[in-house]
């Protein structure tokens, strides 16, 4: 799968190059901001016009994951529909797919500042989930225990001149990825985020093969 092992407050996982985080002790997929409807919601808007594509793009890369880790356990760290009309104007291909990604899993839909989760697909809804030594929630609380998992930020690393969506980890805690395609980001070192991590954060970048860089420690 070309992922990143690591351990998280005592729980082995993988950060994968698409974006998504494998825990295999809990055959669980994590994957965070879907963001799925953006370019609908832009253009109801009157916003910035992107090409129709995105929901696709993101539910193709997230049944290869699926394919590939065949989970058991699926949650979905919050903003998974840009806001809560993208969810009732998702084209009906679209919902069907996902809800036969769905089918036979427990699904868990973390609420996220965009929307609380969709409301008419089923599965588990919460504001945070709590899983062995794990904690899943949107946003990073600052004085969290170790364990947290969260998205929110969408953070990002530049190396070798290309930015790219990147994991942010210490080991205690861990931000993950924008999932979605045409989301934005904040540079993993930015001043909301580097006061999360330990000096020893890493930035694993997503690509081809998930990559780990050190984040330097401001002067």
């Given amino acids: 799968m070309n992922g990143h092992a690591f351990t998280l407050a005592g729980a082995a996982v993988v950060a994968l190059p698409s974006g998504a985080l494998y825990w295999p ?3 669980l997929l994590c994957v965070a901001d879907l963001h799925l409807g953006k370019s609908q919601r832009l253009a109801r808007r009157g ?3 992107l090409p ?6 993101t539910l193709d890369r997230l049944d290869a994951d699926m394919a590939a880790t065949m989970p058991a356990q699926v949650i979905c760290l919050g903003d998974s529909f840009d806001d809560l009309a993208a969810e009732a104007e998702i084209d009906e291909a679209h919902r069907l797919w996902l809800l036969r990604m769905m089918a036979g899993r427990a699904w868990v839909w973390i609420a996220g500042n965009h929307d609380p989760g969709p409301l008419t697909m ?5 504001a945070e989930w709590r899983q062995g030594p794990l904690t899943f929630r949107h946003i990073a609380e ?3 225990a170790p364990g947290e998992i969260s ?3 969408h953070p990002k690393w530049r190396l070798a001149g290309r930015t790219r969506p990147a994991f942010v980890t210490d080991g205690a805690r861990l931000i993950l990825p924008a999932y979605g395609t045409y989301t934005g980001g904040l540079a993993a070192d930015a001043p909301a985020l580097r006061p999360l991590f330990g000096p020893r954060a890493l930035a694993i970048l997503t690509g081809q093969t998930a990559l780990a860089v050190p984040i330097p420690v401001s002067p």
Avoid: S
């Avoid at 129709?52 to 793009?57: D, L, Q, S």
């Avoid at 089923?122 to 919460?126: A, L, P």
């Fill in 25 to 27: 002790d809990a055959a």
């Fill in 47 to 49: 916003g910035t016009l």
């Fill in 52 to 57: 129709p594509y995105e929901t696709e793009a």
């Fill in 122 to 126: 089923g599965g588990t809804h919460r």
């Fill in 142 to 144: 600052p004085d969290a």
């Fill in 151 to 153: 998205a929110h930020y």
